[in-house]
């Protein structure tokens, strides 16, 4: 997988990012790229070697290490690292890179080398790249497909983006279910090789319907002349080419799942789910909790159109208001007190503040809670009275902090006190709200994380404001 | 996996929900349990057949399904479900049981029953467990472990929980690397079963030192007499015991692994880690964003001491204090213009707050692409131009929104122009900021995430309020 004098990938890149960044193989890969004639024979030579030292290196490299590279070099210098890739490795490279890094790549790529590093990929791979890749490049690839791998990416590309169909893949191991274990075991060794990490060998019947599944540990340790019948788990969990991708991979994660079958509509065997391609959807979905919270459309991506983008907010920004005109027509309630104390408008944001990041550290933690399901029904009001109390404590604290600041900035002792007394009310509602929202948008059957962060900013805002000016009537 | 009669556990889950509510089942079962008189007897024979279906169904489901049916049913209830479980699933069902369930059900156990549950588990689960359990069993737990699995057990409780070592499972399938395919063949056919979802055989010398692994494909697939150091690859990924699990997780996603031997500092195989077990950490990692970009440490967990939750949010809440004081003596400076327009401190928050919730928009969106790496070094400048142009046009829009509502309450068209162009100019200052703290935190060394919602809001507020009042006094 690496080059044995570098324990890590990362030394690896470093060493390549050297050498690259020695003017000479540079140099001596525009001379072979454009035929010009040579300098001294010994300087080329030297050079050559190094470049045939470089293309090694870069080919030692997983396609995941060798994207890192391309992605952490100067982007004049990808052309030479792109055209040192081998066609084996370029594919897996491509699918690796960046939005941003692989689009420049495709560019400056001829169509004939796309189509080349596509062909060493699988159907379900070529799916990802094909949206991708430019308009003229996809004919010339699907033509060098065989007919069974030009059906897959067909049928594979009408999926939607969030469904099992776009994850699955179609490298498996199947055999018929009416068999000895013998000749499964004969079947693999005259075909010479599995796919890696197979884990399972999916069982069909005559007509293509899944029979079941037989793990590799079984097929290993069970004696041959039975038949397959006997060995298979008849009920795997199987998934639907239309079910939710998302539910799929929380079964992956709850079952401990390594591979599972996908079946269409009439039972028909059509592909596999792999663990290592959920991975990226588990990390995914985790993502978009941090945008939901926002307030984001889970949809966003980050180079969508600007009208797109922006239209996107607009419910949130639209609520957002609503509930700040709500906190403002508050204070205008209070226009009385304020012309009297002008200093209050400079001290009104304080409690608030303090309250809507209180609160949103309370929510964090309630969110973090639900999606790991420790809390739960049994546990709700043990979190209400235990948050209930570090507010209480750290209102106490901060409550004094703050009005020894005000004491000092103002030499009011009055004012102090309702500066300390609306912190330490803010921050106890900012618990309980923090707690109240995720759980209540649960209930409501949204994620908890929905807009969390808009909706405590809002509340905390109205009742900081609300407690502060009220404290201020009653003791100034 | 689950009865042919519900094609979802969660079906069965609610099946059985049903006929635990009928009382009858609790009956028959306390019945059983106190020895009491019998009423009829038909009556009781029928009770009896509802239990022992009952049980029948419990132990049908994945103990992470009888760990959800636990969770879902009322505390009363709990007693009867767990003790149908049979002792080969009750040990797993613990494990997968949320905190607060666990510790009320080992709470009412009897310790023997507490000991034959973890009997069923593996040498890793007894660690993850035998935190959770009480004092008293522990003793009893450890001698009825074989010499190996008790040394497995207490080398493994002492890794810190973030390492590869406290992650590691113990049931893998080791030979000697000095043996021909068609031996190792045979051993296992002798042996007659591998763990679960194997995947790779670990390959050692005489000395216990890792010399490489054997894929069961390839023990599949290859001809019988070759030797094993032929076939194996001797140069896999492996992980040190005192390696970052948190590391050791994003390699998995990166080189697509299902499972990596584990070595200790002298090279010797100690144990594998498999990607179902790194699943759970992948799915933590991502959770922690979401504390992390409230400002909450790391390590705080729901139900944690009060006094530790309530210090550990300190470090945040002095730097809000410290940045709204700012922005209140920014304020501040405006007191003459005030108390000529008291409706200013009304309006005063509004800007601040739609600018903040954009910001942290903003900032959800650049933390995802920086964690896909989407988002990298290459687009950066186009991601704020995009950024900046999403803002030029909803700070217009909402910026004129804003203006007309102004207008409506008050009746004043310079203070709506006021309220319109501060509107516009804080959302553009918070798409720049909001692109630019994160990736400022991640140039410091720092997760992107962290605490960039407290900092977001702190600084929109302080900009936001200056706008606003600048904008006031020059113009009303």
Redesign the interface.
């Known amino acids: 997988?690496?080059d044995?004098r570098f324990s890590e990938p990362s030394q690896a890149i470093q060493h390549i990012q050297a050498m690259i960044n020695r003017n000479d193989v540079v140099e001596a890969w525009l001379h072979k790229q454009n035929q010009q004639p040579k300098h001294a024979l010994v300087e080329s030579l030297t050079h050559r070697q190094h470049l045939a030292e470089l293309e090694l290196l870069i080919n030692r490299l997983?396609p995941?290490d060798i994207a890192l590279l391309l992605?952490?070099i100067p982007?004049e210098q990808r052309g030479i690292v792109w055209h040192l890739i081998g066609d084996e490795h370029a594919g897996a490279t491509l699918l690796e890179l960046?939005?941003?890094?692989r689009h420049?790549v495709v560019s400056a790529s001829e169509t004939e080398d796309l189509t080349a590093a596509a062909q060493h990929l699988e159907s379900d791979e070529i799916v990802d790249l094909v949206q991708e890749l430019p308009q003229d490049v996809i004919p010339d690839l699907l033509s060098s497909l065989s007919e069974e791998e030009r059906q897959q990416v067909r049928s594979a590309m009408g999926f939607p983006e969030d469904s099992v169909g776009a994850w699955m893949e179609f490298d498996l191991p199947v055999v018929r279910d009416d068999i000895s274990l013998d000749v499964v075991?004969r079947f693999?060794?005259r075909?010479?090789?599995?796919?890696?990490?197979?884990?399972k060998i999916m069982v069909v019947d005559d007509n293509g319907l899944l029979k079941g599944t037989l793990?590799?540990?079984d097929?290993?340790?069970?004696?041959g002349d039975i038949p397959i019948s006997e060995v298979i788990?008849t009920?795997?969990?199987s998934f639907h080419t239309r079910d939710s991708a998302e539910e799929a991979a929380s079964s992956?994660?709850?079952?401990?799942?390594?591979v599972a079958p996908v079946i269409n509509a009439h039972g028909k065997l059509v592909g596999v789910l792999r663990?290592?391609a959920l991975?990226?959807l588990?990390?995914?979905i985790?993502?978009?909790?941090?945008?939901l919270?926002?307030?984001?459309n889970r949809e966003?991506n980050?180079?969508d159109p600007?009208?797109k983008?922006?239209k996107n907010?607009?419910p949130?920004?639209a609520l957002?208001?609503l509930i700040?005109?709500i906190?403002?027509?508050i204070?205008?309630q209070f226009?009385a007190i304020?012309?009297q104390v002008?200093?209050?408008?400079?001290?009104?944001?304080?409690t608030?503040?303090?309250g809507?990041?209180?609160g949103?550290?309370v929510?964090?933690?309630v969110?973090?809670?639900l999606?790991?399901?420790?809390?739960?029904?049994?546990?709700r009001l043990?979190?209400v009275k235990?948050e209930f109390?570090?507010a209480l404590?750290?209102g106490a604290?901060?409550g004094t902090?703050?009005g020894i600041?005000t004491l000092l900035l103002y030499q009011d002792l009055s004012l102090a006190f309702v500066m300390l007394l609306a912190m330490f009310c803010t921050m106890l509602f900012a618990a309980i709200i923090g707690v109240g929202i995720p759980i209540a948008l649960k209930s409501l059957g949204q994620d908890p994380?929905l807009g969390s962060?808009?909706i405590i900013?809002?509340a905390t805002?109205t009742l900081g404001?609300l407690i502060f000016l009220s404290l201020a009537v009653a003791i100034l």
Chains 1, 2 share one sequence.
Request: glycine letters at 4%; aromatic letters at 6%.
């Open positions: 997988m690496s044995p997983h995941a992605e952490s982007p960046s939005d941003s890094v420049e075991l693999f060794r075909q010479g090789e599995l796919p890696q990490n197979a884990g793990a590799l540990e097929l290993l340790t069970k004696s788990d009920n795997p969990l992956f994660e709850r079952y401990e799942l390594i663990v290592s991975l990226d588990i990390d995914e985790a993502q978009r909790k941090v945008l919270q926002a307030g984001l966003e980050l180079f600007i009208s983008s922006a907010r607009w949130w920004i957002n208001l700040v005109f906190a403002s027509r204070i205008d226009d304020i012309s002008v200093t209050l408008a400079a001290l009104l944001p304080i608030a503040n303090i809507g990041n209180a949103n550290q929510v964090a933690l969110i973090r809670g999606a790991t399901k420790q809390l739960d029904r049994s546990n043990q979190l235990k109390s570090v404590v750290n604290l901060w902090v703050t600041i994380a962060s808009v900013t809002g805002d404001f």
